[in-house]
């Protein structure tokens, strides 16, 4: 039998109402700030994560820290990136509070805070650590889940996996796969970079304030080897982004904004070896890749 730590080492429901009332913060709705009281689930979604001591983990949206001192307690390193001053700047005083030992090296820090909006994280901004982290852990805030997911998948193409907290609308909507009515656009760009699956559901009661909406949690792991260039992928979310703007449309229409006109758009959409009359929620992102090689051979770029 282990001896359980003398004080708690994750936030429960009154060390974040206490912190919370110490920092004056009433959680807004308009930074998806609800915030996680219950260890247990840190700790699952800790271990869903995979996360292992030495780990290089990126948190967005850390808030009070209930999920940066779950990934600290298991002896991964943080960078964690908060949008809210108050909280970014206290981050660092709770991890020390809450984990001593964790934190008691000062050559090791263990926990880099960057306070900004995780739209405008730069790679610049990351190179205070000395390597670029490799998974990807947070609990997302609800109304920019999907650009933020983007934002890092494009700017660490290194991130090997990670695990997300998502409202449950959302994350059906990121693991669905072509046919079905969930996907869409976030569908097709997220498997671009890997394999997405829902890996688990949480209670609202786990959050304070509770949320009106459900969360899932998704998983994603990293494709061993990278679909196309970048040239390739940014044609191909281009497409997608057509495709989808026009779902109910025929490709040989949708496509014309990227492909051009008719003509142009049907031959290169055949060239790709897929029917000119298929719509947008048929195509798996393969396609979308033939069509947007066949286009940049058939207009000479390559
Ligand atoms: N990780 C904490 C937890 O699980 O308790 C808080 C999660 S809460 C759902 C979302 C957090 O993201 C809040 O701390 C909020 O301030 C922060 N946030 C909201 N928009 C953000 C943005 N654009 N960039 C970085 N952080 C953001």
Redesign the pocket.
């Known amino acids: 039998m282990t001896d359980a730590p003398a004080h708690p080492r994750l936030l429960g429901p009154n060390e ?1 109402r206490d912190l919370a009332e110490r920092l004056g913060v009433s959680p807004t709705k308009k ?6 009281i219950d260890p247990n689930t840190v700790r699952k979604i800790v271990r869903l994560a995979g996360v292992d001591a030495g780990d290089r983990v990126i ?10 001192l779950g990934i600290t307690e298991v002896g991964a390193d943080v960078t964690a ?4 001053r108050r ?1 970014a700047a206290e981050l660092l005083q709770t991890a020390r509070a809450m984990q001593p030992e964790v934190f008691a090296d000062p050559a090791a820090p263990r926990l880099r805070v960057i306070h ?4 405008d994280l730069s790679a610049e901004m990351l190179t205070a650590a000395p390597e670029p982290p490799e998974v990807l852990v ?5 109304n ?1 889940s999907v650009p ?1 997911l983007m934002h890092l998948l494009e700017l660490i193409p290194g991130l090997r996996g990670g695990l997300v ?1 998502v409202q449950a609308e959302v994350g059906h909507r990121i693991a669905a796969g072509p046919g079905s009515k969930e996907y869409g656009a976030p569908s097709a760009k997220a498997a671009w970079y890997g394999e997405w699956r829902i890996a688990g559901t949480v209670s609202r009661r786990i959050f304070w304030p509770v949320p009106g909406v459900d969360s899932v949690l998704v998983g994603y792991e990293r494709r061993a080897q990278p679909r196309g260039d970048e040239q390739e992928r940014a044609l191909v979310f281009e497409l997608v982004n057509a495709a989808f703007a026009q779902r109910r449309k025929m490709l040989r229409q949708a496509l014309q904004p990227v492909l051009g006109a008719f003509d142009e758009a049907v031959a290169t959409i055949e060239a790709a070896g897929l029917a000119p009359t298929a719509r947008a929620e048929q195509l798996g992102i393969d396609d979308f890749l033939a069509i947007a090689r066949a286009h940049l051979t058939r207009s000479g770029v390559r």
């Open positions: 974040v930074l998806g700030q609800n915030f996680v948190e967005i949206g850390p808030g009070l820290g209930s999920l940066t990136v908060e949008i809210d909280l900004t909006d995780a739209l947070a609990n997302l805030p609800y920019v933020i907290m």
